[in-house]
């Protein structure tokens, strides 16, 4: 059996005559740059996520670019966020020519460590110079929201949300209040790459925020910083939602909680199944009574040093898997520059986990078949 880390086409497929419809309108309309479709989904999105703003912009790695930018931040300042994650979230920050001060993660989450974060507010030599807090709600688990808003009362710090792995997901507060991800930074990102849980069939990216002025430096900063055509009032760059990615994704909207509860249906699948191995050697993600996880991606720790073995044991079996992340942001050449010291939970995270398929097309069948790998794997050699 062939199982795929990820198969966009699943999904194609079911919405095909819906999708191919909304392409047709868009080519015969003449309309392909920021037209009537990015409008209405910036609309339904802003709606979605309970902000009053949204801009699409080209990617999901402009989104953050932009968004650090339009707070002025630059060189001589310093931002915090997570090593462990995708690229863009320390580039975004020395692109603008900020120092990126990494702080480690809480190893049952895999997300960045609020505790560590509060530290460096507050001992940090030049903690004055700290302009922001980057969060990363990592695999679609959030980070969380009620800290982070007493964190900026508290520091007098900008956050900007990285959702790239998160739309849809919420935390729970103390009081039962529900706010989702990107609803309560200044400003928040998310990406629409093609394998995110709401993916276009190409880039796309947008910014979040409730802030008028910086909605308004966001809008003019994609389009060359110019209000009017022809008219620049600052030095922006090209950066534009696409006319087709966002009727595709107006599409793909309408059916993005009924993915998030497939989604979720997979990873207690997934749970079940391991748990029931007992492998002292695998550990599966970690629940959380305050939170909804949409699981963007569904990691599990491998120990012992059979991370890399047991993943290309599943590889010649036709399973594809993935790790993410193979190195820390810390670890990066193009960073050495900075000198940054080690990060124990990140480097550990780093040798030991391994991404399982996971997506709403995704069959039982197939998830068993991922699981009876995994259990042929450690007996084998009678492992772990």
Known sequence: MKVPLFDVT?????????????????LGSGRYIMGPNVEDFERQMSS??????????????????IAVRSLGISEGDFVVTTAFSFFATASCITRNGAIPIFVDIDPKTFNIDLDRVEEVLRHHPQREKIK??????????TVDLERLEK???????????????????YWIYSNGKIKKSGSVGDLSTLSFFPTKNLGACGDGGMILTSDDQLADFCRIFRVHGARKKYFHEIE????RLDELQAAILRVKLKYLERYHEKRIKIAKTYDE?????????????????????????????VKKNHRDSLKQYLSAKGVETAVY?????????????????????????????????IFPELSETEIEYVVKCIDEYFKEARRC
């Open 132 to 141: 922001a807090v980057i969060p990363v709600h990592l695999f679609g688990r």
């Open 273 to 301: 199944l391991l748990k029931s191995l007992d492998l002292e050697c695998v550990e599966t993600p970690q629940a959380h009574d305050d939170l909804r996880c949409i699981f963007h991606q569904y990691v599990i720790r």
């Open 325 to 357: 992340y193979p190195l820390g942001l810390h670890q990066q050449r193009c960073f050495s520059q900075f000198k940054f010291q080690p990060l124990e939970n990140t480097e550990r995270a780093c040798e030991e986990v391994l991404a399982l398929p």
């Open 48 to 65: 979605y996520i309970g902000v009053k703003h949204a801009i699409g912009v080209a990617n999901g790695s402009d989104a953050l670019y």
């Open 236 to 239: 922006g760059v090209n950066s």
């Open 151 to 169: 964190m900026r009362s508290d520091f007098g710090v900008k956050i900007i949300e990285d959702c790239a792995q998160s739309v849809g997901s």
């Open 10 to 26: 699943r999904q194609y497929h079911e919405l095909r005559d819906e999708i191919l419809h909304v392409v047709d309108e868009v």
